[in-house]
Structures are given as C-alpha cells and as structure tokens.
C-alpha cells in the first residue's frame, strides 16, 4: 500500500522561498521514484509572517505543524526586521516554534567531499575526510531562560538565566550516545565545567549516561579548547553533544570547515519520528530573488527529512548520493564556484541532482 506523508512547508524569508522550491522538486521525484505521497501544507514562519500577520509565529502554522508528519523550513530574517522589539523579531519565531513541537536535539552534519578541498579556507590535509555531526540541545539554556533589562544609577544592566534540568541532559545525551553508535563510536560532549555550574551537572549526567553506553567511547572538552581544535584538526572528531549555545557557535564554526554553509543541513528531532528540517546557512537577503543560491542544504536537508522521519532509507541515500555524484562532476553554484569557473543558478543545480538521481535508481 502506498504511504501518504504531509509535510508543513515553511518558505521564510530571504533565498528561503527560493531554496524550498527546488527541495520540492526533489521530493516530487522521489514520488514518482518510490511508492509514496507527499502532501505539501504551506505556512508562514519569521519575517514574512510578521508582515502579513502580525506575529513571526501564527498560531495556523503551529496547528499544521503539530497536524504534518514533518516541517521542511528555508530561512528566517533579514535586516528589514533587525530593529523590531524582541516579540517580533523573525528569530523568536524560531525559538517558539522548536520550543512548541518539543524539537530538542538539533543534528548538523559536517562533512568534506573530495572534490569539495579546494573551497575551504583551510589547509588540505586538515579538511579532507572530514565527517562529524554536531547534535546540539535546542529547547533549554540561555536562549530560553528570564531575560532582564533595568536601568540603575550605574547604567543599564541586562541578564539571561541559564537553566538545564537533569531530565534535559539525559534526553539529548542519550540520543547523542545512539547516534554514535551508528557512526565511529566516538562521543566529545562539550561543556564549561571549570566555570559553570550548568556544566558541571552536565558533565555528572553525560557521566551517569555513559555507563549505559559502554561501545561508545566518551571526551569531555572544554568549548574553548574544542572551538581551536575543530581548526587545527578536525578529524579527530566524530559525533560532539553540547548545551544549546555552544552548540550553535560550534555548528556553525564546523560547517565552515566545508567551504560554504550553503552546503550543509540540520535535522531538530522531537521524541518520536517527528522533525523539522532546514539547511543551516541564514536567509541572505543580499542575493534573494536573484536565482543563484544554493540549494544543497535544503534538498539534504529534504534527505534527512526521509531517513529520520519516514524511513526511507532508500530515498535519502539516493539524494546524497546525487548531489555527491554532481558536484563530484564539478557543477558548482556562485558560492562554491572557484574563480572565473562557470556557475549554475538555484534551479539548475536542482536539476541536475534530479537527473543524478535517477541514475542512482537505475544504477540501483
């Protein structure tokens, strides 16, 4: 029998209409490619809702996500919206939304492909085969502890709580211990225990949970010590967990290793096979409308969307491995291209990772 999937499509702003088009056309032919269907529910999320409804999270768009079987989102923001107060501000539309649908464990990979050195800023022999994944605590720490801001006689004075409950920890270490099970059996959880109480519950936990995990074999790095090292030698990392700022400084500290963050997705798990999916780089206002931003993230983000919460096994290696195939043909978007090489434009890219993977299918 057929499955029938319903996925909330969430545009946003920037190049994000752009990008969630051509993860779209992908998805449109892994239906023809494989026995299933998918049912597109579009919404708005970020800047564009705050424009049209007066809020950068509509209560409709919760109610369709909580009713789909995925959320596939393209960017949030823009400068347009960078002098809003705190409550309309296209990124608290963010925050409320995985806050809402109990996304906790946000998963970026990393990864070098051969034929992408030469794009990264960093010395050969230090980028090449490159592969880790970053699972990042999403719904707890200081982006959603009290936030303050009084006047005294000394000036202004601003805080942010930063609060973990032990029942936090547990869930997104344990799922971080499951996915390096599946990948080199290798787990660094970060933290900052010589300074912050938060850490070093953190640190208890992540000690407590191990013992459950005896494969896997567990660091603890200081985040400062592990932001230098994700430079000087980024191979010695396989799977990092982390609280939820840290985890997105260093998410996208590791993506940049690749070359361009137009290249790489993220998964935001909730318990369950519930998640929403989105490429990790931003909006980028500057080259919206123009056709030429690149639409890899999004379409393995898309890939990710199959394997964690459909699995479809098949169908997300079959992305991968198109998009692998094309750029390892040199196809390459404006931010990848090198200079004076010949770029595609957004739709064309998503074309030829189509027209791959039917290839792989047939191949298959």
Same mark, same amino acid.
């Given at each position: 029998?057929?499955?029938? &999937?319903?996925?909330? /499509?969430?545009?946003?702003?920037?190049?994000g209409?752009?990008?969630?088009?051509?993860?779209i056309?992908?998805?449109?032919?892994v239906?023809?490619?494989?026995?299933?269907? $998918?049912?597109?529910?579009?919404?708005r999320?970020?800047?564009?809702?705050?424009?049209?409804?007066?809020?950068?999270?509509?209560e409709? !768009?919760?109610?369709k996500?909580?009713r789909s079987?995925?959320?596939?989102?393209g960017?949030?923001?823009?400068?347009k919206?960078?002098?809003?107060?705190?409550?309309?501000?296209?990124?608290?539309g963010?925050?409320?939304? +995985?806050?809402?649908?109990?996304?906790?464990?946000?998963?970026?990979?990393?990864f070098?492909?051969?034929?992408? %050195?030469?794009?990264?800023? @960093?010395?050969?022999? /230090?980028v +090449?085969?490159?592969?880790?994944?970053?699972? +990042?605590?999403? !719904?707890?720490?200081?982006? &959603?502890?009290e936030?303050?801001?009084?006047?005294?006689?000394?000036?202004?004075?601003?805080s942010?709580?930063?609060?973990?409950?032990?029942?936090?920890?547990e869930?997104?270490?344990?799922?971080?211990?499951?996915?390096? +099970?599946?990948?080199?059996?290798k787990?660094?959880?970060v933290?900052?225990a010589?300074v912050?109480?938060?850490s070093r519950?953190?640190?208890? %936990? %992540?000690?407590?949970?191990?013992?459950?995990?005896?494969?896997?074999?567990?660091?603890h790095?200081?985040?400062?010590?592990c932001a230098?090292?994700?430079?000087?030698?980024?191979?010695?990392?396989?799977?990092?967990?982390?609280?939820?700022? &840290?985890g997105?400084?260093?998410?996208d500290?590791?993506?940049?290793?690749? =070359?361009?963050?137009?290249? @790489?997705?993220?998964?935001?798990?909730?318990? =369950?096979?519930f998640?929403?999916?989105?490429?990790?780089? =931003?909006s980028?206002?500057?080259?919206a409308?123009?056709?030429?931003?690149?639409?890899?993230?999004?379409?393995?983000?898309?890939?990710?969307?199959?394997?964690?919460s $459909?699995?479809?096994?098949r169908?997300?290696?079959?992305?991968?491995?198109?998009?692998?195939?094309?750029?390892?043909?040199?196809?390459?978007t404006?931010?990848?291209?090198?200079?004076?090489?010949?770029?595609?434009s957004?739709?064309e890219?998503?074309?030829?990772i189509?027209?791959?993977?039917?290839?792989?299918?047939?191949?298959?």
């Amino acid at each position: 029998m057929s499955q029938t &999937f319903t996925i909330t /499509v969430l545009p946003g702003d920037g190049i994000g209409p752009e990008v969630i088009e051509q993860a779209i056309h992908v998805l449109k032919a892994v239906e023809k490619l494989e026995d299933v269907t $998918f049912t597109f529910e579009y919404a708005r999320l970020g800047g564009c809702a705050i424009d049209e409804d007066g809020t950068p999270l509509p209560e409709e !768009t919760l109610e369709k996500a909580r009713r789909s079987d995925a959320v596939l989102l393209g960017a949030v923001g823009g400068p347009k919206w960078d002098n809003n107060p705190a409550h309309l501000r296209p990124e608290t539309g963010l925050l409320g939304i +995985r806050k809402a649908l109990g996304l906790y464990a946000n998963l970026r990979p990393a990864f070098m492909l051969d034929c992408m %050195v030469e794009v990264s800023a @960093l010395k050969e022999e /230090v980028v +090449r085969g490159v592969d880790l994944m970053v699972i +990042r605590e999403l !719904t707890g720490g200081l982006y &959603f502890g009290e936030k303050k801001r009084y006047k005294t006689e000394n000036g202004e004075v601003a805080s942010d709580e930063l609060i973990y409950h032990e029942y936090e920890i547990e869930r997104i270490v344990r799922r971080a211990f499951e996915v390096a +099970r599946l990948r080199g059996k290798k787990l660094t959880s970060v933290d900052k225990a010589n300074v912050l109480e938060s850490s070093r519950l953190w640190r208890k %936990v %992540v000690d407590r949970v191990a013992h459950d995990y005896p494969d896997v074999e567990l660091r603890h790095q200081l985040v400062d010590s592990c932001a230098m090292e994700l430079l000087r030698w980024p191979k010695q990392f396989d799977t990092i967990v982390t609280e939820n700022m &840290f985890g997105d400084i260093l998410s996208d500290e590791a993506s940049m290793l690749t =070359g361009s963050i137009g290249m @790489l997705p993220s998964a935001s798990l909730a318990d =369950g096979n519930f998640g929403l999916y989105e490429p990790v780089h =931003g909006s980028a206002p500057d080259i919206a409308g123009k056709g030429i931003a690149n639409p890899t993230a999004t379409i393995l983000s898309a890939a990710m969307m199959l394997k964690y919460s $459909f699995g479809m096994e098949r169908a997300a290696n079959a992305v991968e491995k198109a998009v692998h195939k094309v750029l390892n043909s040199g196809v390459r978007t404006a931010d990848i291209a090198k200079s004076k090489e010949e770029a595609v434009s957004t739709k064309e890219m998503a074309d030829k990772i189509i027209a791959a993977m039917h290839e792989v299918y047939v191949q298959a």
